[in-house]
């Protein structure tokens, strides 16, 4: 008898990534929703705020000191006109030997966080995934 995946993974592409768990960043960093996956080792709740708000600071940093631009056609407004502020940036993914953190960063600041067990898959559709179902829940 293996786990039930969980309601909001409806719909996603077979195989399911091994994801051990899930944060929902607001803008400022701070830790709005979590939510433990697989029987995962549990983080205390410090443990948990800690990990976000501090990966929310360095992607933060990391998106001021990177030396890729983000992609423009030209004028100073750019291809967004001038909303090029709204592009989201910061650090993607962080992969160690025996997880990755894997963030989705949205136009309004908010960030979705998964940890993700070996094998190291990519996420970011389940991710975006997340963020329609939770945008459609917030809305209404």
């Known amino acids: 008898?293996?786990?039930a995946p969980p309601p909001w993974a409806a719909g996603c592409p077979a195989p399911m990534a091994a994801i051990t768990a899930l944060y929902i960043l607001n803008?400022?960093?701070?830790l709005i929703y979590e939510q433990d996956l697989l029987g995962a080792t549990q983080l205390s709740s410090n443990d948990k705020i800690r990990l976000?708000?501090?990966f929310h600071g360095i992607s933060a940093i990391a998106s001021q000191i990177s030396p890729a631009h983000r992609p423009s056609t030209g004028g100073s407004a750019g291809a967004n006109g001038g909303f090029n502020?709204?592009?989201p940036s910061g650090i993607v993914a962080l992969?160690?030997?025996t997880f990755r953190l894997q963030?989705?960063?949205?136009?309004?600041?908010?960030?979705f966080m998964a940890v993700v067990?070996?094998?190291l898959t990519d996420v970011?559709?389940?991710l975006r995934q997340v963020y329609a179902l939770y945008t459609d829940y917030a809305l209404k």
């Open 1 to 3: 008898p293996g786990l």
């Open 27 to 30: 803008r400022n960093g701070s």
């Open 52 to 54: 976000t708000s501090t």
């Open 85 to 87: 502020f709204l592009q």
């Open 95 to 97: 992969d160690a030997d």
């Open 103 to 111: 963030c989705f960063h949205t136009a309004t600041g908010m960030k």
């Open 117 to 119: 067990l070996p094998p």
């Open 124 to 126: 970011e559709p389940l």
